[in-house]
């Protein structure tokens, strides 16, 4: 199983931007970006399919976050625009999906970088 280190968090004013990395120590099929605030659920943020470069995005960030890689790093990005203190969260990196690499099903997550976003 890979593992997954995201890097990248930090703070930011509302409307700014942020670039979070994740460098995976191996291929995998199936990579995925997820938020959670304490005492909340785990969201989902965005997924891809690494072989095609598809992605998958939810309803809160379409528009503003985009996910990308380079696939020869095996390393996926998350790159946030107009930033809203609702995205304040800790974000994680996660990997090894047996299912579809946009449902929920991974296996395997990294220690979250934190994101705040002051307004």
């Known amino acids: 199983r890979v593992r997954v280190t995201e890097s990248g968090g930090g703070s930011v004013q509302a409307g700014g931007s942020l670039r979070l990395s994740c460098a995976a120590s191996g291929y995998t099929y199936c990579m995925g970006w997820f938020r959670q605030a304490p005492g909340k659920g785990r969201e989902a943020v965005a997924k891809?399919?690494?072989?095609?470069?598809?992605?998958y995005y939810s309803d809160s960030v379409k528009g503003r976050f985009t996910m990308s890689q380079n696939g020869a790093a095996h390393t996926v990005y998350l790159q946030m625009n107009n930033l809203t203190p609702e995205d304040t969260e800790m974000y994680y990196c996660?990997?090894?999906?047996?299912?579809?690499?946009?449902?929920?099903?991974?296996?395997?997550w990294g220690q979250g970088t934190q994101v705040t976003v002051s307004s």
């Open positions: 891809m399919t690494t072989v095609s470069g598809a992605t």
């Open positions: 996660a990997a090894d999906n047996p299912g579809s690499c946009s449902s929920d099903g991974y296996h395997t």
